[in-house]
T-cell receptor, first 112, second 114 residues
């Protein structure tokens, strides 16, 4: 199994600023993803992070707002840009290896 | 399009009693089915999966799930619940027609009372 870590674990940010979340996997995974989750609710896929190329975004999410990088097979970053209170959420990194998909502990973001 | 339904927002059971968390799915092809558990302020932990083979799948922490193709269901079960099983449970499905992406159910909050 893969162990996924995220930094920071939580942050409180002012509106209009940006936050970059880092995701590190302890072993190579074929695919990496970024999800958003409101506390106690289901997960919504933001994008698939592609190694060395532009991420693939789901409907409702755009690169200008959520730029993503994946420079290698074990690391990815998600930036939440020009934040507003509506961006307050938990952001989860995920990695897939074979049939199984693993999740990081999440980054709890509060925008004031 | 693929989808997952968890018909119960909450399940309450007494410790030592059987626990069942329901899940039904809809896919256009063969489903890959998963259960995850999320404890407060934690990420999702993988419990078990069904890809192919035996309809009864055994997973972590004494959980098991039964794949029923005719009823398109994948209910999670535990014969004897523990207080420590209290958490949020998610069913998820992956379908080749959706580029193998995971779709999650709304989640079921399980509370096991002592």
């Amino acid at each position: 199994s893969a162990v996924i870590s995220q930094k920071p674990s939580r942050d409180i940010c002012q509106r209009g600023t940006s936050l970059t979340i880092q995701c590190q996997v302890d072993s190579q995974v074929t695919m990496m993803f970024w999800y958003r989750q409101q506390p106690g609710q289901s997960l919504t896929l933001i994008a698939t992070a592609n190694q060395g190329s532009e991420a693939t975004y789901e409907s409702g999410f755009v690169i200008d707002k959520f730029p993503i990088s994946r420079p290698n097979l074990t690391f990815s970053t998600l930036t939440v840009s020009n934040m507003s209170p509506e961006d307050s959420s938990i952001y989860l990194c995920s990695g897939r290896s074979g049939y199984e998909q693993y999740f990081g502990p999440g980054t709890r973001l509060t925008v004031t | 399009a693929q989808s997952v339904a968890q018909p119960e927002d909450q399940v309450n059971v007494a410790e030592g009693n059987p626990l069942t968390v329901k899940c039904t799915y809809s896919v256009s092809g063969n489903p890959y089915l998963f259960w995850y558990v999320q404890y407060p302020n934690r990420g999702l932990q993988f419990l078990l999966k069904y890809i192919t083979g035996d309809n009864l799948v055994k997973g972590s922490y004494g959980f098991e799930a039964e794949f029923n193709k005719s009823q398109t269901s994948f209910h999670l079960k535990k014969p004897s619940a523990l207080v420590s099983d209290s958490a949020l449970y998610f069913c998820a499905v992956r379908d080749v027609s959706n580029d193998y992406k995971l779709s999650f159910g709304a989640g079921t909050t399980v509370t096991v009372r002592a």
